[in-house]
């Protein structure tokens, strides 16, 4: 791993050099909300941001993709296959750690090539967290304030300058030709251990249970009334999938035109929360009530993931808990949890005491 100096003021001209060979993907502000999207300038660009209503996730795993066109008349069929070097810049350390299990996911048993295509021509850029995004935040419980152990490029914001850490191989082609990149000085290197010293200290633990207890607290807690009395509250919208980083159920459609002889295969997102998902041949719907959708979706967070394929299913953004309309956090939830396991713990001890 080489670590290299950028100052702020070469950063522009960075950008502009990324913008000639690649699409550039990175947060900007629109409407008072931060999105990542498509930009062809820097003066777009928003690096001290807070963070995305959508995560960009999106930009691997868009909301709607054109898997397969199709002619019936012809009998073929064509794969659409996109492969354009694409940039995502600026994405935080709990994002990053998202994107990895999505690289677990869409690999296993079989290859999901529409996604790897995308993947495979994606260099990540990220940027260090030095505060919390918001009161929702709690990636430090989680695990994942700090870089994954694999990236491309990270930036650490140092005052005046960028301290840029290059990762790999498709990292350091981003700088080939870029001049104003400098060696570390024994100074970048004091402030860095000072920069990240400080963060460690600005985020507070959130959660009354230790990541490691989750998977166990999710298997002692599935028939807890907390579910029940969440569902009355839950709208069943969906919200907190839609911003979900780490959330990748999808449906896939059909349209065709009006000849019946020329169409096109789709995939869009789907979420858990929305009462069709479960529905099946029959009309049967096997998590007919909000409270086992809203159960399932806690389960699938914080014990299927890390069993399989064995990385946190939730990555600590905040992000369903801002868009929750009814206010259910996972913060809460999870503490309400440990709460009301713990204390019918204690009296079935005091039970057996006596």
């Known amino acids: 791993m080489t670590l290299k100096i950028l100052p702020k003021d070469a950063m522009d001209g960075w950008i502009k050099n990324l913008l000639v060979d690649y699409r550039l993907i990175a947060?900007?502000?629109?409407?008072?909300?931060?999105?990542?999207?498509?930009?062809?300038?820097s003066d777009l660009v928003e690096l001290n941001y807070k963070t995305t209503i959508l995560p960009p996730k999106k930009a691997l795993q868009p909301t709607r993709e054109e898997?397969?066109?199709?002619?019936?008349?012809?009998?073929?069929?064509?794969?659409?296959?996109?492969?354009?070097?694409?940039?995502?810049?600026?994405?935080?350390t709990c994002d990053l750690h998202a994107i990895r299990l999505l690289d677990a996911v869409f690999k296993k048993d079989r290859l999901d090539q529409h996604y790897f295509s995308r993947r495979q021509n994606t260099?990540?850029?990220?940027?260090?967290?030095?505060?919390p995004c918001s009161a929702h935040a709690f990636c430090k419980d989680m695990g994942t304030l700090n870089n994954p152990e694999?990236?491309?490029?990270?930036?650490?914001?140092?005052?005046?300058?960028?301290?840029?850490?290059?990762?790999?191989?498709?990292?350091?082609?981003?700088?080939?030709?870029f001049n104003n990149c400098l060696d570390p000085t024994q100074e970048d290197h004091n402030l860095i251990n000072h920069v990240m010293s400080k963060k460690w200290s600005s985020f507070p633990y959130q959660l009354e249970a230790d990541i490691t207890e989750l998977p166990s607290l999710m298997t002692f807690?599935?028939?807890?009334?907390?579910?029940?009395?969440?569902?009355?509250?839950?709208?069943?919208?969906?919200?907190?999938?839609?911003?979900?980083?780490t959330c990748?159920?999808?449906?896939?459609?059909?349209?065709?035109?009006?000849?019946?002889?020329?169409?096109?295969?789709?995939?869009?997102?789907?979420?858990?929360?929305?009462?069709?998902?479960?529905?099946?041949?029959?009309?049967h719907n096997f998590r007919s009530k909000q409270a086992y959708r809203l159960r399932h979706r806690f389960l699938r967070k914080y014990k299927y993931q890390s069993i399989e394929p064995g990385l946190v299913g939730c990555v600590g953004c905040g992000r369903c808990a801002e868009a929750c309309l009814?206010?259910?956090?996972?913060?809460?939830?999870?503490?309400?949890?440990?709460?009301?396991?713990?204390?019918?713990?204690?009296?079935r001890q005091e039970v057996a005491i006596v």
């Open 67 to 92: 898997l397969i066109q199709f002619n019936t008349a012809e009998n073929q069929a064509y794969p659409i296959i996109e492969d354009t070097p694409t940039v995502i810049l600026g994405v935080h």
């Open 150 to 177: 694999e990236f491309d490029l990270h930036l650490i914001d140092l005052g005046t300058a960028y301290a840029l850490y290059i990762g790999s191989e498709k990292g350091k082609e981003l700088l080939e030709g």
């Open 248 to 283: 990748y159920c999808f449906d896939i459609r059909e349209q065709v035109d009006l000849s019946l002889s020329v169409g096109e295969r789709i995939r869009i997102w789907d979420s858990c929360m929305l009462d069709e998902f479960a529905t099946v041949a029959g009309g």
């Open 326 to 347: 009814v206010k259910i956090t996972p913060i809460a939830v999870l503490n309400q949890l440990f709460r009301r396991h713990s204390a019918a713990r204690k009296i």
């Open 221 to 245: 807690v599935h028939r807890s009334s907390l579910w029940e009395e969440l569902g009355e509250r839950c709208l069943g919208c969906g919200s907190c999938n839609l911003v979900c980083p």
């Open 27 to 41: 947060p900007r502000l629109v409407r008072d909300q931060y999105v990542f999207s498509e930009v062809h300038s």
């Open 123 to 131: 260099i990540l850029v990220g940027m260090e967290c030095l505060e």
